[in-house]
């Protein structure tokens, strides 16, 4: 029998799996047609209790292009969560209507509850400010799509903005502990650093890490500069978010400290951190990885459904 495999977190997957699922969206990149239908007849579900445009809408692209269907919804108002339903019997229910799940839910630990209860997959699309393993794949295709030399090993990315609650820089940063000689430049306000289980975790492997608050100063160093934006929704109070919102402004002259082969990663929304006249500068990378997450998503999902030769 096949094994039930979910993805809550980066951590779910070896560094060897994590390749392969790379490896088969660039197989999935070369040659689209090659599985436009090794998903039919199979749904995925859509489970979204927070905002969502990229993630939600790639997951659905992927399983429409792997020849699948879908279904879910995409606020907690329009679903049984209103009445006051559990995250885990809302699993128990859709599993009976789909094949695999991927959920997204304000709540740090929703989506391991909701694995725990699931009979399948279940994929983490961003539990509160905690975790997003599948921006995180997507993180990683696009380095590795763009890097020169391919590879995920051996370089300085530089992490800005809201460190503390962004859970995409937390699961990247997690990932990227498992590669060979990265390098972390964490720069944020003192309010919104890294998560001290964070720190902690670098430290205890020995990785090369540094904090600072200014990003001029770092620019020069960086072969990816990853923005991120503060996340208004995991604020306390208004007053602490509208003194940090703009905490970090990327321009032109800005990039003009650069390297001519850095590259500008974000996991988008942007709200001010990026402005636009950094989008027609050939280092801007953000616009790219959406494509990109469709691509892996397409690649996790077959994977997490052994269809096409793909396995986890
Ligand atoms: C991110 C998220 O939801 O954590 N968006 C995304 O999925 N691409 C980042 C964010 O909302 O700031």
Do not use: W
Request: proline share 4%.
């Amino acid at each position: 029998m096949d094994s039930l495999r979910h993805l809550i977190s980066p951590d779910d997957l070896s560094t060897a799996e994590t390749d392969g699922i790379l490896d088969l969206a660039d197989k999935i990149a070369a040659a689209p047609e090659d599985c436009a239908a090794v998903c039919a007849g199979l749904k995925i579900a859509t489970l979204f209790y927070e905002p969502s445009t990229r993630t939600r809408l790639s997951f659905e692209a992927a399983m429409m292009e792997l020849g699948g269907g879908v279904l879910g919804f995409s606020s907690a108002d329009s679903s049984s969560a209103a009445k006051g339903e559990t995250v885990a019997d809302t699993i128990r229910t859709v599993q009976s209507f789909a094949d695999i799940i991927a959920i997204r839910h304000p709540k740090e630990g929703a989506a391991s509850v909701a694995a725990s209860v699931a009979s399948v997959p279940v994929i983490n699309a961003g539990d509160g400010g905690h975790l997003h393993p599948t921006q995180t794949l997507t993180d990683l295709f696009t380095i590795r799509s763009l890097r020169k030399n391919h590879s995920l090993d051996g370089f300085t990315i530089g992490l800005c903005g809201d460190l503390m609650f962004g859970r995409t820089v937390h699961s990247l940063v997690r990932a990227l502990t498992a590669r060979q000689n990265v390098r972390f430049v964490l720069i944020s306000p003192r309010e919104l650093r890294l998560p001290a289980y964070l720190l902690d975790d670098l430290a205890a492997k020995r990785l090369p890490f540094e904090e600072t608050e200014k990003l001029d100063a770092v620019m020069p160093r960086l072969d990816v500069l990853y923005m991120t934006r503060v996340q208004r929704e995991r604020f306390f109070n208004e007053e602490d978010y509208v003194r940090l919102r703009d905490s970090y402004i990327l321009d032109e002259k800005k990039m003009r400290l650069a390297a001519p082969d850095m590259m500008v990663l974000h996991p988008l929304p942007r709200v001010n951190e990026i402005s636009a006249e950094v989008d027609k500068d050939p280092r801007a990378a953000y616009f790219k990885q959406v494509m990109y997450g469709k691509l892996v998503r397409k690649a996790l999902i077959m994977a997490l459904l052994h269809k096409g030769g793909a396995a986890l």
